[in-house]
């Protein structure tokens, strides 16, 4: 009886950062209850990818699941498949970097009882420069996405083996993953998956039908707890699947010591269908699913969808400058500790993909992810010295101004609004301007409900699948700025302008101050920056001259202004723990405490001023629904100038 061969795989992962309880919900609701059925299907195989983050806590936390893991590899129900060990993307990180994140990872493979020699690549972000680095890392295949295939020419029906692909006279075997599989498995009922792996069986006795995808949907996602589990689809699928007679479960590493790879194929950069939709900045977003919904009203995507391409994943680096800014200080830092052991952990943790991007969960808008990278990276920092210097850090074209001492890094960007985009403590291990701009999404204004990929109504709902409404009460509380958040950012407006306004986005700059270019001079231990320009058609002038301070920094400002206006100067500061409201008041100093995050600081006048405060709240999609994320807090002081003005602010660590 001839039969087709099927690689059952998972992908297991928490980020660097992310809560306990988290991390305790998805080992109680998948991790665990995913292995232990496994256990009771001696014939049921598996490829398993855990993330380093991942291990991590397990081996500290949950000691009997790295025992079973072992139990099982040693029975040869497990095949261990790696990555980089704290889940980077491995295009984005340099070449020495991806090679020593495998290789921490097949060494922790190598003590669950495993010579791991396959590489999950997170999110799929395939580029051809890969090839070398992964099989320099002693890697001889690695897993991909069947759009990567098609993505390069190959038709559907040519994507059910491996192939082989070659960069600079290196080889790899590459597996596609069945996108039909990853819609099916767990979320459709089991005889879905058993008919379509029968309809794949032609007699090759070659053919292999790959599924490697989320751990997370057997159990974490909405509604997979209750189907895989109390109502038995994983038991179904298990015993269903080990004893077929016309599938043959097999593992990567097995299928390749019986077949050799179809022949040589040269993938583009690609990832994931879905990332072509996120990845593009957000009014292209929104034009790439209208043109999708248009192909499947017509009944045309399937036939066309290989031609339909949208982003790489390099493009949240335009999307979001935060991001952008977040990676090329990861770069920087990474360069200068390459010789450094003692600090090398602490930028490869760093390099944890998910705060730099955003899909259908929280990634760069959950402030406690990239909170985890600017701690690394300012730890990792601390372990050289690179004293000041003007260059252009985040590669746009433009240098920043880089200020160190004993205590402090302070970054400014002259060309943009001489503000301050990075103040970091190397004591406290956080960037006080680690603060995320509010912006329009697409999925701001998709339809309520996508398309389904059925619409039987038999299984559960996958997250890509399910539509989503704004709550109302949400929706009266959007805001979207027009400019980048950062400290010392100076603004001229209507002395009428209420906080309301302003807080609203709904006010108008009497001056271009907040994104026009600072001319500057640097001295040991600050800058100064200052600016010409017009406010209400008149002239104006800004000078402030910065100085790092033992405890934070004192900034002197001269204002010069011929039209009458407030002058306010506004300090975006991470605030995350506290939830914060707007609010009024005057004062001469006031304390910010943000115990879980940022610490106490207090913010000092030498005259007192007219001082608004208000949350600074992002609207992102998750797997839950919608996320409502206070991503700092914002505190402007504002002076009446009409004339001469001259003040002094001081920002104290306490």
């Not at 040869?76 to 970097?97: C, N, R, S, T």
């Not at 970091?424 to 389904?452: C, F, I, Q």
């Not at 002076?639 to 001081?650: A, C, K, T, W, Y």
Request: proline content about 4%; overall charge negative.
């Amino acid at each position: 009886m001839s039969m087709v061969n099927f690689i059952f795989g998972i992908h297991n992962h928490q980020p660097l950062g992310n809560f306990g309880w988290v991390f305790e919900s998805a080992y109680d609701r998948s991790y665990r209850p995913f292995l232990e059925t496994l256990e009771e299907y001696p014939n049921m195989k598996a490829a398993v990818h855990i993330s380093g983050p991942l291990l991590e806590w397990l081996d500290a936390n949950r000691p009997e699941y790295i025992k079973l893991i072992r139990s099982l590899v040693k029975k040869g129900q497990l095949e261990i498949v790696v990555a980089g060990f704290y889940e980077p993307v491995l295009a984005a990180i340099p070449k020495e970097d991806r090679i020593e994140q495998i290789t921490l990872l097949k060494d922790f493979a190598k003590k669950l009882g495993y010579d791991a020699r396959g590489v999950w690549l997170t999110e799929r972000v395939w580029q051809p420069e890969l090839v070398k680095s992964l099989r320099e890392a002693g890697i001889e295949y690695v897993i991909v996405d069947d759009y990567h295939f098609m993505s390069a020419g190959l038709a559907k029906e040519e994507l059910y083996w491996p192939y082989y692909t070659e960069d600079g006279g290196e080889v790899i075997a590459v597996f596609p993953i069945d996108e039909r599989l990853r819609y099916l498995i767990p979320f459709r009922p089991v005889e879905k998956t058993v008919e379509y792996l029968h309809s794949l069986d032609n007699g090759d006795e070659s053919r292999v039908a790959v599924f490697h995808d989320d751990g997370e949907k057997f159990g974490v996602w909405p509604g997979t707890y209750e189907w895989v589990y109390e109502k038995g689809w994983l038991r179904e699928f298990f015993d269903r699947i080990s004893s077929d007679e016309r599938i043959n479960l097999t593992l990567y590493s097995e299928y390749l010591s019986r077949f050799r790879p179809k022949g040589l194929v040269y993938l583009p950069i690609a990832s994931y269908f879905e990332m072509s939709e996120w990845s593009l900045p957000a009014r292209q977003a929104k034009l790439f699913v209208e043109f999708v919904e248009k192909l499947k009203g017509q009944g045309q995507f399937e036939r066309y969808r290989v031609f339909v391409r949208g982003g790489i994943w390099k493009n949240f680096f335009f999307k979001y400058p935060e991001s952008n800014y977040m990676h090329k200080r990861m770069l920087m830092v990474s360069k200068l500790v390459r010789d450094r052991p003692e600090a090398r952990r602490f930028i490869l943790k760093a390099q944890c993909n998910d705060a730099y991007w955003h899909g259908v969960f929280g990634g760069v808008y959950l402030p406690h992810l990239r909170r985890a990278v600017w701690e690394n990276i300012i730890t990792a920092n601390t372990f050289v010295s690179t004293g000041s210097f003007v260059r252009d850090i985040d590669f746009d074209g433009r240098d920043e101004v880089f200020i160190e001492d004993g205590n402090f890094y302070a970054v400014f960007k002259p060309s943009y609004g001489g503000a301050l985009f990075e103040f970091s403590s190397r004591g406290k291990a956080v960037n006080y301007n680690d603060v995320l701009a509010r912006r329009w999404e697409h999925y701001h204004e998709v339809p309520e409900s996508a398309t389904p990929e059925e619409e039987d109504g038999e299984g559960v709902a996958s997250i890509h699948e399910v539509g989503r409404k704004i709550p109302d009460e949400i929706r009266r509380e959007l805001a979207y700025d027009d400019h980048l958040r950062a400290i010392l950012q100076d603004h001229f407006i209507d002395p009428e302008t209420t906080l309301e306004e302003y807080r609203l986005s709904r006010h108008i700059e009497l001056g271009d101050f907040v994104t026009g270019a600072y001319d500057y001079s640097l001295f040991e231990g600050g800058v100064t920056l200052e600016r010409d320009g017009i406010v209400s058609g008149r002239p104006a002038r800004v000078e402030k001259t910065f100085h790092l301070a033992e405890d934070g920094f004192v900034v002197d400002y001269t204002v010069r202004s011929e039209a009458k206006a407030l002058f306010g100067v506004e300090l975006n500061l991470a605030v995350h723990s506290v939830m914060e409201s707007p609010e009024e008041f005057e004062a001469e100093k006031f304390e910010v405490n943000d115990p879980h995050g940022i610490g106490r600081v207090k913010i000092e006048l030498d005259k007192k001023a007219r001082v608004w405060k208000y949350p600074i709240k992002t609207l992102s999609q998750s797997e839950a629904g919608w996320d409502f994320v206070q991503q700092g807090v914002s505190y402007t002081v504002l002076l009446p100038v009409d004339g001469e003005l001259r003040f002094r602010l001081g920002f104290r660590e306490l």
